[in-house]
């Protein structure tokens, strides 16, 4: 299967559905060591009269290293048959697991952005911001639910560079 280029205004997907219930793997590095994980928060907008998505990482995370070395990193999305693989890459460790073999997935560097062959959408994307999340700006008290061992994400927001549509 290949992919094709599309703009990212002719994205036809629910962003909800696709982010929060399909689920998306946050990659980064380069195709000599990269790292993946599985992620359900984030959004796509635009920003600074851009093109962006935003993704959150925990500092507990592999790739959080592999974001912070980089610039680049890519969102990529699968159909329902590629569940399992993402199950996997979101509850094995990078670290010391060979999410690949284990996932099932065949890794591509596209111009220095790694995806995979498998993905039905991928969006490459260029770093243009970060900021920590800061539990003294929560508003809503109970979000500190979500964070048991006080491992505040850090949001990042990336241009979208290139938008690959499996054809």
Request: net charge neutral.
């Amino acid at each position: 299967m290949g992919f094709e280029t599309i703009a990212p205004e002719q994205l036809t997907d629910n962003p909800f559905t696709l982010i929060g219930k399909d689920w998306m793997l946050i990659t980064a590095g380069t195709q000599e060591k990269f790292n993946t994980m599985t992620a359900s928060w984030g959004g796509l907008g635009v920003l600074w009269e851009r093109k962006v998505v935003f993704c959150f990482v925990r500092p507990t995370r592999y790739t959080y290293e592999f974001m912070e070395r980089g610039d680049r990193f890519t969102l990529s999305f699968f159909g329902e048959r590629h569940r399992k693989a993402l199950q996997f890459c979101g509850s094995h460790s990078g670290r010391n697991t060979d999410k690949m073999q284990g996932a099932g997935l065949t890794p591509f560097d596209d111009n220095g952005f790694i995806s995979f062959q498998e993905a039905r959408l991928v969006l490459a994307c260029r770093k243009v911001y970060f900021q920590d999340i800061l539990p003294q700006q929560f508003l809503d008290p109970s979000i500190e639910n979500m964070y048991p061992q006080k491992d505040y994400h850090r949001m990042y927001a990336g241009e979208i560079v290139r938008c690959l549509k499996a054809s």
